[in-house]
T-cell receptor, first 114, second 115 residues
Framework: AQTVTQSQPEMSVQEAETVTLSCTYD???????LFWYKQPPSRQMILVIR??????QNATENRFSVNFQKAAKSFSLKISDSQLGDAAMYFC???????????FGQGTTLQVKP | EADIYQTPRYLVIGTGKKITLECSQT?????MYWYQQDPGMELHLIHY???????EKGDLSSESTVSRIRTEHFPLTLESARPSHTSQYLC??????????????FGPGTRLTVL
């Protein structure tokens, strides 16, 4: 069975600085995707960034980038130039290429200090 | 604008009542999902569907049931609500076989409280 682990329940960052959120996963599948989702307080879950496992190049979306280490089964999210609006709970998720089902990590609550 | 909708957003109901949580998407996605999420915790898949007349139970056991009679509609029903059902329920959908294969998009959620 696949598992996703986020070992940082809470993180904080100063506005305009950079923060990295950690995620590790375990799987025996060869076809899968990895995602970071953002869930602001009492608001909708939105996709931040996605990585196909077969791609070696790390995904980037504006201020958000990932460090995908396939052999180590690690998928960290880097947020550059942090903004107050980045404050939210961030979930790492594993998506099976076979079923499309997602397995979520426990989440990391990110606080951004002005 | 293509989107995914859930109603009601908040529901407070007494024990024993039958409730239906609505989920609709206008993106034409084949796959739809229901997740249960307790406050500040991870999401757990309770039901999913790969298309019309297809429904499967998820990884977390749930007393709820679902139906998929139309592509865009995936309601979740609790026949007799109990306080243990108090939680947030999130609906999601994804496209099968398109460029964004297996990227799930989420609705705003329904926060259910059973007294």
């Amino acid at each position: 069975a696949q598992t996703v682990t986020q070992s940082q329940p809470e993180m904080s960052v100063q506005e305009a600085e950079t923060v990295t959120l950690s995620c590790t996963y375990d799987t025996s599948e060869s076809d899968y995707y990895l995602f970071w989702y953002k869930q602001p307080p009492s608001r909708q879950m939105i996709l931040v960034i996605r990585q196909e496992a077969y791609k070696q190049q790390n995904a980037t979306e504006n201020r958000f980038s990932v460090n995908f280490q396939k052999a180590a089964k690690s998928f960290s999210l880097k947020i550059s130039d942090s903004q107050l609006g980045d404050a939210a709970m961030y979930f790492c998720a594993y998506g099976s290429g076979n079923t499309g089902k997602l397995i979520f990590g426990q989440g990391t609550t990110l606080q951004v200090k002005p | 604008e293509a989107d995914i909708y859930q109603t009601p957003r908040y529901l407070v109901i007494g024990t024993g009542k039958k409730i239906t949580l609505e989920c609709s998407q206008t993106m034409g996605h084949d796959k739809m999902y229901w997740y249960q999420q307790d406050p500040g915790m991870e999401l757990h898949l309770i039901h999913y569907s790969y298309g019309v007349n297809s429904t499967e139970k998820g990884d977390l056991s749930s007393e709820s049931t679902v139906s998929r009679i139309r592509t865009e509609h995936f309601p979740l029903t609790l026949e007799s609500a109990r306080p243990s059902h108090t939680s947030q329920y999130l609906c999601a959908s994804s496209e099968y076989g398109a460029d964004d294969t297996d990227t799930q998009y989420f609705g705003p959620g329904t926060r259910l409280t059973v007294l």
